[in-house]
């Protein structure tokens, strides 16, 4: 446990705020081959992620019923199941249920794991976790851009965190920051809205530049859908696109991992090289900075102005089974 001023990170937490519900990013796509098995810790379970013979992938909660064997840990595939390393019973990846018993020709009937919705898109395997078991509530989006001949194949890259996951949502609705984190000249004039039953965030913010025609407005937009997915899109300067996409995905209440798609334009690239791509990331791990060594205070001191994070905490309220 990290050591801040002699107190542990956890008893600077004034409190936990729990782990919202949502669709999380678990794994890459290009990270799991079929037949092959992984270990996964998130939202606080431990999981097994498995590429079943026909395809797909599948996520069942990881220790075994008959004795407690993680099956992430020397588990196999067999056809659409996982078999547990210990006796090789076999658990059908959608429903969980135990399929087989190689030595006993009765399955109890309370051999079962909790199985997990599944969604592969955008290059990212996304389970939905939900504190009270209910079924998904909403869509994972499509990034349009990976169909889209105009904008490059994207470059990916992961970042972990020891922070709690809302406190890195909550820096699209601080415009402030941008000022003194990512060096803008101001703080920028930021728009608000909310919609898709209230689930959907946009803000954006307009940023000055400099161009040889003169000073032009450059609007940086932020999806976020509920806590853990988020866009940031500028295209406001003439020829230079950029989109970055992101699923931040809550390891437990302290720890976050979020997986990033950043895309240009291909005459971006054309003019600007791969150095465009470091100058972008060289502004998340700004913010990075920041949020590896901050704490999630539940009840922040807010000024009067600082009414766009006072409206974030209430927006994020909706995605916590019970009151945080
Ligand atoms: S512990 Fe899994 S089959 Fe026995
Ligand atoms: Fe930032």
């Given at each position: 446990?990290?050591?801040?001023?002699?107190?542990?990170?956890?008893?600077?937490?004034?409190?936990?705020?729990?782990?919202?519900?949502?669709?999380y990013a678990v794994a890459w796509s290009k990270e799991l081959d079929p037949g092959e098995v992984k270990r996964v810790h998130c939202?606080?379970h431990e999981l097994v992620l498995f590429r079943s013979r026909s395809g797909g992938a599948k996520v069942l909660s990881a220790y075994c019923?008959?004795?407690?064997i993680h099956m992430g840990e020397g588990g196999r595939v067999m056809g659409e199941t996982v078999r547990c390393p210990q006796?090789g019973w076999q658990f059908n990846g959608d429903?969980g249920?135990?399929t087989?018993?190689?030595?006993?020709?009765?399955?109890?009937?309370?051999?079962?794991v909790?199985s997990w919705?599944v969604v592969e898109r955008n290059l990212m395997i996304f389970v939905?976790?939900?504190?009270?078991?209910?079924?998904?509530?909403?869509?994972?989006?499509?990034?349009?851009?990976?169909?889209?001949?105009?904008?490059?194949?994207?470059?990916t890259?992961d970042?972990?965190?020891?922070?709690?996951?809302?406190?890195?949502?909550?820096?699209?609705?601080?415009?402030?920051?941008?000022?003194?984190?990512?060096?803008?000249?101001?703080?920028?004039?930021?728009?608000?809205?909310?919609?898709?039953?209230?689930?959907?965030?946009?803000?954006?913010?307009?940023?000055?530049?400099?161009?040889?025609?003169?000073?032009?407005?450059?609007?940086?937009?932020?999806?976020?859908?509920?806590?853990?997915?988020?866009?940031?899109?500028?295209?406001?300067?003439?020829?230079?696109?950029?989109?970055?996409?992101?699923?931040?995905t809550?390891?437990?209440?302290?720890?976050?991992i979020?997986r990033?798609?950043?895309?240009?334009?291909?005459?971006?690239?054309?003019?600007?090289?791969?150095?465009?791509?470091?100058?972008?990331?060289?502004?998340?791990?700004?913010?990075?900075?920041?949020?590896?060594?901050?704490?999630?205070?539940?009840?922040?001191?807010?000024?009067?102005?600082?009414?766009?994070?006072?409206?974030?905490?209430?927006?994020?309220?909706?995605?916590?089974?019970?009151?945080?």
């Amino acid at each position: 446990m990290t050591q801040r001023n002699g107190a542990s990170r956890t008893e600077l937490v004034d409190k936990d705020p729990g782990i919202p519900n949502g669709w999380y990013a678990v794994a890459w796509s290009k990270e799991l081959d079929p037949g092959e098995v992984k270990r996964v810790h998130c939202f606080g379970h431990e999981l097994v992620l498995f590429r079943s013979r026909s395809g797909g992938a599948k996520v069942l909660s990881a220790y075994c019923p008959h004795l407690g064997i993680h099956m992430g840990e020397g588990g196999r595939v067999m056809g659409e199941t996982v078999r547990c390393p210990q006796h090789g019973w076999q658990f059908n990846g959608d429903s969980g249920e135990c399929t087989d018993i190689p030595y006993c020709d009765e399955i109890p009937k309370r051999a079962c794991v909790r199985s997990w919705d599944v969604v592969e898109r955008n290059l990212m395997i996304f389970v939905w976790h939900h504190a009270e078991e209910n079924p998904p509530e909403w869509e994972v989006p499509t990034v349009s851009q990976l169909e889209d001949p105009e904008w490059c194949e994207p470059r990916t890259f992961d970042l972990e965190v020891p922070v709690h996951m809302q406190d890195m949502a909550e820096n699209n609705m601080d415009p402030v920051h941008f000022r003194y984190v990512h060096s803008a000249t101001d703080v920028p004039e930021t728009e608000f809205e909310i919609a898709d039953d209230g689930r959907f965030l946009k803000a954006v913010s307009y940023f000055e530049q400099m161009t040889p025609d003169g000073p032009i407005r450059v609007p940086l937009v932020r999806d976020t859908w509920c806590l853990g997915m988020s866009s940031v899109e500028s295209t406001g300067i003439p020829g230079a696109g950029l989109f970055m996409f992101s699923s931040t995905t809550p390891i437990d209440n302290q720890n976050t991992i979020s997986r990033w798609l950043l895309f240009a334009t291909r005459n971006t690239i054309d003019t600007a090289g791969e150095e465009w791509f470091e100058g972008i990331t060289k502004g998340v791990m700004d913010d990075w900075q920041v949020w590896t060594n901050k704490i999630h205070i539940e009840s922040p001191v807010f000024c009067k102005a600082d009414t766009p994070l006072i409206e974030f905490r209430k927006w994020a309220r909706q995605f916590y089974s019970k009151p945080a």
